[in-house]
């Protein structure tokens, strides 16, 4: 029987090369005809036999290939043995499926029924058992831009589905949904991050961000170096064509993918020719974990230099200016930081909120009081910050309201004042005292996690300058 299809298929083949070089003599001989006049006749067959040549040849090969097949040994040779081999293909495993694992986003008004029914998920039986079950009713709200996985079988049955429920500093945690024998189970998982240490170099072109994403760096990374030298550089006006910045920093991987970024552990950045280095130190007994500069003292001073990450100043301190609502020339008491509407506002310190609400031409105003007779007010805003009552303590850092442009304002901006016994002072040209260094004992121990970070920094670098030549 083997033989026999073999002889049908070679004859099949055989046609096939006959007709197809009738087709192509056909063709020479309409092309001859357009290129030569009829005196040519003789050099039209010469034309034709260009177009055959291909074509005999391949004739030739195919009855080659014939007469050398295995028909053609089978015939020769009555020692071959032709034998049907069955094959189990069920038990090799071929044409069946393993359980699809799939990803998918989560986009802002998804429920996980409809998510699930997006995906191919049958989700007979799930919504009862998200309504029943403690653990699995907190899938009922789902937070958009996470991420949903879920394994189902080839016909769109659930085996699990794991929803990354919330991240904090060390671990993340998951809640699994399982289905077995037609019964849902759900639960709690705790996953421990893997922490890697990561370098990164960059060089300011036109904006840090720009730079960082040259290099490679998270924007929460590049956000974490503006509030580390948020008292020694001011980032609205200070930055330069040429500065640059390394950086050590830790990222958290998660089943061998990176998950986040963590804390920045050491940092150099170059301000205007002038370095500036901060390293995280957590001093043993009751010392303050922070980030301290090459010579112990903590970066965190009594004053931020700014109110806002990032912006530009768009009026000065002057005794004297024309305001552009009242028509006519005063003092103007403080700094105009120009920025969209609802850019959130910290405060450069901690202290207690004296006023908070709504006053003549500062629109909505907060007044915060300071030690030492220290007082700082912020205008313009959109709204206030959650908790900004008279009475109420806040911290350096703390948001305590929004860009906005309330009052007798043209645009939105923050209108930033600084007072020294209510009098008002020029917040860019003050003076910020320095803290105290690191008591003896703790001194010690900051200088060898200082040269450790200092290592690493040194032997990065030096591999990223001979990766680069």
Known sequence: MMLQNLLERAIAALGKGVFFSKSLIQVGLRYADDALPESHHHRKWVIVGFFSLPVLGAVVAIAGSVQNSPVDSALQNSEVVVEAVELN????????????????????????????ERMGVNTTGLAPFLGQDKV????????????????????????????????DEDRQESILIQKSNGVFS??????????????????IESSLFAAADKAGLPDSVAIQLTEIFSSDIDFHRELRKGDEFKVVYEDLTLEGRSARSGRVLAVEFVNNNKPYKAYWFTPSGNGTAGYYNEDG?????????????????????????FHPIQQRWKAHNGVDYAAPTGTPIMATASGTVKFSGWQNGYGNFVEIQHHSGYSTAYAHLSRFGKGVKVGQKVEQGDVIGYVGATGWATGPHLHYEFRVNRVPKN??????????????????EFKRVQLALDRRMELATAQRVARAQ
């Open 427 to 444: 917040p860019l040209s003050i003076t910020v005292a320095q803290a105290e260094p690191l008591d003896r004992v703790s001194i010690g």
């Open 89 to 116: 293909l069920a038990e090799q495993g071929i044409y069946t499926f393993d359980p699809l694992v799939a990803e998918e986003r989560i986009r802002r008004g998804d429920t996980l029924v409809g998510l699930l």
């Open 186 to 203: 759900a639960k709690l998982e705790s996953v421990n991050f893997e922490k890697q240490i990561v370098f990164r170099a960059g060089r």
């Open 297 to 321: 003292r903590s970066l965190k001073k009594s004053f931020l230099r700014s109110p806002l990450a990032f912006s530009r100043i768009s009026s000065g301190f002057t005794p004297r200016r």
């Open 136 to 167: 699995a009713r907190n899938l009922v709200n789902l937070r958009a831009g996470r991420v949903l996985t879920v394994q189902q079988t080839a016909s769109g049955d659930l085996q699990w589905l794991r929803y990354k429920s919330g991240v």
